[in-house]
């Protein structure tokens, strides 16, 4: 950060690539404070699951929640 210009530190910390198609994004319920992930199409914006994050950690370790 320290020799980083205020463009580059800020494209560090907010730009992402673009992916198109299915996602999963962290997403916070604000009243409750809760966590949890939503599988998401970037190119129609279509909310296709959501999942507890002990339901997500199963399906990407192959565990069991």
């Known amino acids: ?8 530190w800020t494209e560090y910390l ?3 690539n673009n992916i198109a198609g299915e996602i999963h994004e ?4 604000g009243p ?6 939503a599988r998401r199409n970037t190119v129609t914006d279509e909310i296709l699951e959501t999942m ?3 339901t997500y950690v199963a399906r990407v370790t192959g565990g069991s929640a």
């Open 1 to 8: 950060p320290a020799t980083a210009s205020d463009a580059e």
């Open 14 to 16: 907010f730009l992402e």
């Open 26 to 29: 962290w997403w916070l319920h």
């Open 32 to 37: 409750t404070n809760f966590w949890f992930i």
């Open 52 to 54: 507890t994050v002990d």
